[in-house]
Structures are given as C-alpha cells and as structure tokens.
C-alpha cells in the first residue's frame, strides 16, 4: 500500500503560481510512472501530467508551457510547478502512482481575483 499525501495547494490570483508537492511512502523509482490529476466541479478527472521513471514527461495541452513536473528522489517527493495560473486551473489536484493505482487525498487549488 502506497500512501501519497499531497500539499500546497490554496487560493491565488490569476497569473499567479503554486508548486503542488506529493510526498511517497516509497522509493518514488519503484513506482515507475507518478503523476497529476486534477477534478474540477462537475467535471470528470483529467490528466494534467506525467513522470516516468527514466525521467520523461508528459502534459495535457493545457497545461503545456505553465505547467512542469519533477521529482526528488532523495524526499521521495513529485512536483507539480504551475505558473500563469487562470481561473479554469481552479480543481482538486490529485497524485496518483500508476502501478497499483494509490491516489492521493486532494489538494484544492483556487484561481480568482
């Protein structure tokens, strides 16, 4: 059993930036592919982005160019760095570890002014 525990998320203007942390129990290399979620009001779950254990990546169109993951294996910890934040970014963001499927608990973030 993989817990994640996610944090950072908040409240912020538009075009403002926040950096998700999502802290594993485990060797984050052990889990092969980790990535983010994110759930808006009456929206099913999307992708937001990926990364696998050789350390590429992967992001939805929308969040291409604002928005970038990476990781640090020695916390065992995933990022997700978003920048130029808009209103639509607003959702619960999610961590998930592809193999076995472990999901984090949430972590609002909310873009207004």
């Known amino acids: 059993q993989v817990q994640l525990v996610e944090s950072g998320g908040g409240l912020v203007q538009p075009g403002g930036s926040l950096r998700l942390s999502c802290a594993a129990s485990?060797?984050?290399?052990?889990?092969?592919?980790m990535g983010w979620y994110r759930q808006a009001p009456g929206k099913q779950r999307e992708l937001v982005a990926t990364i696998i254990r050789g350390g590429s990546t992967n992001y939805a169109d929308s969040a291409k160019g604002r928005f970038t993951i990476s990781r640090d294996s020695a916390k065992n910890t995933v990022y997700l760095q978003m920048n130029s934040l808009k209103p639509e970014d607003t959702a619960v963001y999610y961590c998930?570890?592809?193999?076995?499927?472990?999901w984090g608990q949430g972590t609002q973030v909310t873009v207004s002014s």
């Open positions: 998930h570890v592809m193999n076995g499927n472990y």
């Open positions: 485990e060797n984050i290399f052990r889990l092969n592919a």
